[in-house]
């Protein structure tokens, strides 16, 4: 019969073999496979995985041996790869600096707010509380409605200028900004049923900024919402080429169904030549919101 330790030791090197392979198999950026994809998310539960599985084995293992050296470089292994990509968040130089405390006063500063409210969810009064209390000049939530939009007329007053587009698939969209939304315009960018919004915003300053609201489809297959399986993701890098071109500053906002050090992500930050927010910042995980361990980043400020 096997001692406990022995059984442990066991459990240990099995787990630690499958965050090794999981760790090299999220090297793989094939974008036709939504699986591939979907292994990019969890770098920081790798990451803190790896960690903890080489500590244990480090204390329990007591014979050492070429496959427990091997084990133990996969590991590490592991522990670089998805530390090159969750470090910079936490440790690295900010690719955005900090905004000035005169920005607000000289009317150049901006405040602005992203959700994705669930279609399914009914709990509306919890949102609209949470935008009264953060208080932004410009919201954008996703994935409303007929009723979502109901529930937010509230805000006519507060924020006068609109782009509403309620569907039923998940994709709908609604801006709500208390400054001038100019030369407003939907574009329908990879299929005519998700839709993303582009306008100018005007600030107190005078000065304007291009803003791009974008809900890319999920990876994902789904039978009821449309999806991109087996799909090349352009929208996003349509989004990139259209910011290159931009002469005004740029923010694209929105919830990307990805997280930003995926292959696709950073191919539309260089293409459109944008920063991304949370570097030096964190994580700031987003989805899902209802766990507070299987959380990822995918709602997403980028900007020039």
Not at 7 to 33: E, M, Q
Not at 266 to 275: D, H, M, P, V, Y
Request: charged share 20%; aromatic share 14%; hydrophobic share 45%.
């Amino acid at each position: 019969m096997k001692r406990p330790n022995s059984i442990l030791l066991y459990l240990l090197i099995g787990l630690s073999t499958c965050i090794v392979i999981l760790s090299l198999l999220s090297l793989i950026h094939d974008l036709k496979f939504w699986y591939f994809k979907i292994l990019d998310f969890p770098r920081l539960q790798y990451l803190l995985f790896a960690v903890i599985f080489l500590i244990l084995f480090l204390i329990i293992n007591k014979k050492w041996k070429f496959s427990s050296a091997f084990l133990v470089l996969g590991l590490l292994a592991s522990i670089f790869i998805q530390g090159k990509v969750i470090l910079p968040y936490y440790i690295g130089s900010k690719t955005v600096p900090d905004a000035g405390n005169g920005a607000s006063n000289k009317g150049r500063s901006v405040g602005i707010l992203i959700a994705n409210v669930l279609i399914t969810n009914r709990n509306s009064e919890k949102y609209i509380d949470i935008v009264r209390e953060a208080n932004p000049d410009m919201v954008l939530a996703m994935e409303v409605n007929k009723w979502w939009v109901e529930q937010l007329q509230v805000f006519k007053n507060e924020f006068p200028y609109t782009m509403i587009l309620p569907l039923d698939n998940a994709y709908g969209m609604a801006l709500y900004s208390k400054y001038p939304l100019k030369n407003q315009e939907v574009m329908f960018l990879n299929k005519d049923n998700v839709p993303s919004f582009y306008a100018e915003v005007l600030l107190k300053s005078g000065e304007s900024f291009s803003f791009f609201g974008v809900h890319p489809v999920a990876p994902v297959p789904s039978g009821k919402y449309p999806d991109n399986q087996g799909e090349k993701e352009v929208a996003l890098l349509k989004v990139g080429e259209m910011v290159v071109n931009q002469k005004l500053p740029v923010v694209v906002a929105g919830d990307f169904n990805d997280v930003s050090w995926s292959h696709t992500s950073r191919l539309f930050e260089g293409t459109g030549a944008l920063k991304n927010v949370r570097i030096g910042r964190g994580l700031y995980n987003t989805f899902d919101a209802n766990s507070s361990f299987l959380r990822w980043p995918l709602d997403h400020f980028f900007v020039t």
